[in-house]
Nanobody
Framework: QLQLVESGGGLVQPGGSLRLSCAAS????????IGWFRQAPGKEREGVSC????????YYADSVKGRFTISRDNAKNTVYLQMNSLKPEDTAVYYC???????????????WGQGTQVTVSS
């Protein structure tokens, strides 16, 4: 069974950091593009970052560029999202998703995790 599991969310003060993890079971993440998305209450799910399968090229939404970093650890079959300088507007449920290539389109991804809550508040 193919499964993605996110972890690492929590409550953090503005300016703080969190590292989210996306661990896979049942398939090898190295062969997939992995996207991170987020969804705040009352808003549509939006793309945050993506790492490609072929050359590990990375992509970031303008709202997180320079603050978030996506990376892979193939030995652990895990993709990470390092989030620094967090802002209250980063508060959302964060999801990872897998597919053949990076895209900002939610409908393009075939596999999704269950999400992890990130709350940025003082």
């Amino acid at each position: 069974q193919l499964q993605l599991v996110e972890s690492g969310g929590g409550l953090v003060q503005p300016g703080g950091s969190l590292r989210l993890s996306c661990a896979a079971s049942g398939f090898t993440l190295h062969y997939y593009a992995i996207g991170w998305f987020r969804q705040a209450p009352g808003k549509e799910r939006e793309g945050v970052s993506c790492i490609s399968s072929s050359d590990d090229r990375t992509y970031y939404a303008d709202s997180v560029k320079g603050r978030f970093t996506i990376s892979r650890d193939n030995a652990k079959n895990t993709v990470y999202l390092q989030m620094n300088s967090l802002k209250p507007e980063d508060t959302a449920v964060y999801y990872c998703a897998a597919d053949s290539m990076c895209s900002w389109g939610v409908d393009e991804y075939g596999y999704w995790g269950q999400g992890t809550q990130v709350t940025v508040s003082s």
